[in-house]
Every structure is written in C-alpha cells, then in structure tokens.
C-alpha cells in the first residue's frame, strides 16, 4: 500500500480526535521488487491492488460500518483513500467521503433532509462528511434515539418502545400521563390518541411531559406553560391529551429538556432553543414565564452544533462537536459550581467547560442533575462537579468541586452511561454493572445490605458502590434513569438491552409501574414492570 511519507499530511477535515494523526501514519519504506509482490500481478510496484475496482472497496467500507475515526486513518496512511474517487453525486469525493455520505443516508434524522439542508449541516459541522456522521451517531449514542427508553419523572413515569409506542403511569394531577384524563394511574397504559405517531425521544418535569416524533414533530400536555416554576404553580389550564406545539413546528426537533423555570429543546442541525426563564435573561434573552416562542441560545454554540442538551434545576448544559474534539457548555445559574468553571458565577450565555481538555478527556455523555453534573468520557471515565451533598459526587466526602473530576473509586470501571437526578448518580459499565453513589432517600440507589432486604437501604453513600439487585437479575442494564427534582421523593428505572424494565424507590403515586398494597409507598428492590419495550 502506498503509505504516506514521514510528516503529518496536510489533510483537510480529517482531524477527528482519539489519537494524535502522527502515531497513526505509516512511515516511508522501501519498494519491494515486484516478483515478492505476486498478488500485484502485472501491476505497477506500489499500486492498490483493489484500485481498478473502486466500487468495491466503497461497498465494504459502507458495508463494514466503519467509525468516522477509521475513515479518517485510511486518508491518512493511503492517497488511494483520499483522492477524488469519480462516483456521483460528487466526483471531488474520496472513497473514505462517499462511505462516510452513504453511512449518513441511513440515519433517520438524515433520510429526511434536502439537498439544501445536507449541504447545510456538513458545513455546519466542519466541512467533511465523517465529521457528519461522527455528528449522528455521537447524537444516537448518549440520547438512545430510535430506541427503546424509560424516564423516571417528577412523580409519573413515561416509556417508549423500540417502535415508538408510549406508555405513561404515575402522578396526573395536570394531565401529565396524556390520557385525556387527571386519574392517576400505577398501571402502564399506551397514550391512545397517538396511535399511528411513532415517538422517538421524551422529557417528563414536573407536572408537564413532552414527546418527540420520527417526524421531528414535538407533543406537548399537562401544564400549559413552558415557564412554570415547578412546585405549587397549577397553571391556566391543563392539556390532557398530546397537544402539537405549533411555535416548534417549522423546526425538526431531536431532543427536549426540561427544567425548572425553563425548557430547552436541540434541532436536528445541533442548534439549542430556549423557552422562558424568567425576566432574568439567563439564557440570553428576556422573556416571561408564559412564553410560549422558542429562542435560539445566543453566543457560543450560534455556530457549533449540539448532539445533546441536560437540564438541571437552573441550568443547562450542551454536548458540542467540533472539528477538534467533543466539548462541553454550560448556561445558567452557577450555585454550588455546577457550571464547572472554577467558580460560584452565573453564566448568561454559554461558556466553554475548559477542565475536560486538561484532563484529556473527550466527553460522550453528559447528565444534569438537580444540583451537580457528570460526564462520561470516550476512555470511560467519569467525572463530576457541583454540589457534592449526599456524596453525590462520588469523591468520598460531601464538598462541592467547581470543575470536573475524575471519580478514581471507578478507575477499574469504563463507563458508558451515567444518570443524575436529586443528589444521586448512577453509572453503567461496558458490561451492564450499574454503580450508585449519593442520597439514599426513598430507597432510590437500589441498595439493601440487610439479611431481611430492608436494611440499610436508606443510607446514603459517599463513594460509588455495585448495585447488586441489578446484577442479580442477569440482565444487562443499557440505561438508568431517576427522578430529576427537588420536591418528589425519587423513583428509578433500570432498562435492560432484551427491553425489560426494573422499577425500584418512591412508589406513592403510581409511578413505579408496580401495585404497591396496604401502607407501603415505595419499593426497595428492582421489581419487573409489566410492559415489554423491545
């Protein structure tokens, strides 16, 4: 193979970061004579030996999956990868574009684009096609989108199927279960009305739920308002059944968050909008709580797109990809350090989370709790900054951290996933162990050291600890998700990848997806729902 000479390439668009360019270029060495070189034939010494069959090569390379970062070594250890190859649509494509293109093409969110819109996005992203589709996949990776998903909210629960169906149980004093009713209900009931609506993403706060579509449509009911405080504000009038938001709907929307004075929603280019946040202009612009216009989050991330957005209590954070690596932003309210800066400042427009790059960590998953925040890197680790109460941070001790750290009690662990709510975290490993650390308050962390399962289930914890009902189920946990609020005593769902549902803490309003009888008002152990979201 004709290998680059000594030197890094001048390549354009091909820095996609795992490993520095310079250790993955091959060296110059000398040309072999062509009679040790039999499978060349009559070819020229030094000549790809698939070169006259182009179409081949770009099948495999389509065909195998490869990730943006290998596409991104080929061009750079063989001209052969990054020569224009000649293929329509594009005959200035290399081989290493056009696969990266095709890979594109059979991404949901993508399939629906204009040509217009494609062109957009790539330059969006940087310019290079590998760069869009690291953009995709990183977006499918940490948001689970196209596939099954549970969410533990404030006091009612909503589950989405691999195929999109939703079913909501829990809390319905505002009509937050979409049943067209404000009944609770403890038993998983499919919301009828969006029959024939394949859901792929959802959001639950308090009192209020909002569910995406394939279509990019957002489905809003409960609390009218998008600005609502969430505690003892009833609001003008309450939607029952899944409602249209029509502000959002010239926009194609991936993700939703939401949090306490505001909601943040991320389109499919990466671009973050706001609705309300009172008249503080946290999140550079002034509106009022019943606003009901989305608003782009100005500065920073204008211009960078965004594959996941976390709400916490009173702030916001945003999983960026650029060119040179994936980053973190944070907005908003900085009490406790969870904005991750160094320090206790409020932040009106979105700032640049500099600790990860000291730490050379490229971050993959972020979290937002209540109060604290935590982020999965590429290599595995985990870090956490904010309010550490409870030990909800995972460092030992209950002090608060203003810039990311590493949780060296899981230095033997690569995490994958990793979930925060009110002074509680939970990390899930490459092999389906889940770890917990925090307030043990309504049995939440899935602990019971007691011979009779009831013993210390209560207790909180300072450093991260197996959570062993999980593993006792011999399933392997792909998501955790817990209660996110400073006012409903917390519930959490454990997802396994055969789409089995495990529910254990708070159970008083049904949102457990379990009966619960006589006086109990919460369970201690992982207990099966019965629905099934494979």
């Given amino acids: 193979m004709d290998a680059t000479t000594s030197g890094t390439p001048t390549i354009q668009y091909h820095n996609i970061p795992d490993q520095p360019i310079t250790a993955i270029v091959a060296t110059s060495v000398p040309a072999f004579q062509r009679q040790q070189r039999h499978c060349f034939g009559d070819s020229i010494p030094g000549e790809f030996p698939l070169s006259a069959n182009p179409s ?86 940490c948001c689970r ?56 993403q959802a959001a639950a706060g308090a009192g209020r739920t909002m569910l995406i579509s394939d279509a990019g449509q957002v489905y809003a009911f409960g609390k009218d308002s998008f600005g609502e405080a969430e505690y003892g504000v009833q609001g ?11 502000s959002l709907k010239n926009i194609y929307v991936v993700q939703a968050a939401i949090g306490n004075f505001f909601t943040a929603v991320l389109s499919r280019e990466g671009r973050v909008y706001t609705f309300s946040w009172g008249n503080d202009s946290r ?14 989050l100005l500065g920073a ?36 350090g969870k904005l991750g800066h160094g320090s206790r400042t409020d932040e009106k427009y979105p700032r640049l989370i500099e600790q990860f790059q000291v730490l050379n960590l490229q971050p993959m998953v972020v979290a937002a709790g209540a109060w604290h ?22 460092h030992g001790n209950e002090e608060c951290e203003s810039v990311p750290k590493v ?11 990793v979930a925060t709510g009110d002074y509680t975290t939970f990390v899930v490993s490459d092999d389906g162990d889940v770890y917990s650390f925090g307030c043990g308050e309504s049995s939440s962390l899935g602990h019971n050291t007691g011979a009779d399962g009831q013993g210390n289930r209560h207790a909180n914890l300072l450093s991260p600890e197996l959570v062993t009902s999980l593993k006792q189920v011999n399933e392997r946990v792909v998501q955790i998700s817990l209660t996110n609020s400073i006012y409903w005593n917390a519930h959490t769902f454990a997802l396994t990848k055969s789409g089995k549902l495990y529910a254990f803490g708070a159970g008083d309003k049904g949102q457990l997806g379990i009966e619960l009888v006589a006086n109990q008002t919460e369970r201690g152990y992982p207990e099966l729902v019965d629905i099934d979201l494979s």
Wanted: charged letters at 20%; glycine letters at 10%; hydrophobic letters at 40%.
């Fill in 236 to 246: 003008a009038k309450l939607v029952t059944t899944p409602q249209l938001v029509e």
């Fill in 373 to 394: 925040a935590a982020v999965v890197g590429q290599d595995g680790r985990v870090c956490t900054w904010g309010w550490g109460r409870y030990g909800c941070l995972g």
């Fill in 56 to 141: 081949i090569v770009l099948h495999v390379l389509t065909a195998c999956h490869l990730d943006p970062q290998d596409l991104a070594k080929l061009e750079a250890t063989c001209s052969f990868f990054r020569q224009p190859a000649n293929f329509a649509p594009d005959l200035e494509l290399s081989l290493s574009e056009l696969a990266a293109m095709d890979m594109c093409q059979k991404r949901a969110i993508f399939r629906p684009m204009t040509t217009e819109e494609r062109q957009e996005l790539k330059q969006r992203c940087g310019g290079s096609w590998k760069l869009v589709l690291r953009f995709l996949l990183a977006g499918e990776a």
């Fill in 283 to 296: 999140l550079g612009h002034q509106t009022d709580p019943n606003d009901l216009e989305p608003h782009p």
């Fill in 301 to 336: 991330l204008e211009n960078i797109p965004v594959v996941q957005i976390a709400a916490g209590y009173c702030y916001l954070l945003a999983l960026a990809c650029q060119p040179s690596g994936m980053s973190v932003y944070s907005v908003g309210c900085g009490l406790g």
């Fill in 145 to 200: 989108r196209e596939k099954s998903q549970a969410i533990a909210g404030p006091g009612h629960s909503i589950a989405v199927t691999s195929s999109g169906v939703v079913y909501s149980f829990g809390s319905n004093n505002s009509g937050q279960l979409g049943h067209g009713t404000t009944e609770e209900e403890w038993r998983p009931q499919p919301i009828r009305s969006l029959q024939g609506i394949r859901i792929i």
């Fill in 407 to 417: 949780v060296e009690a899981l230095g033997k662990v690569k995490a994958v996933h």
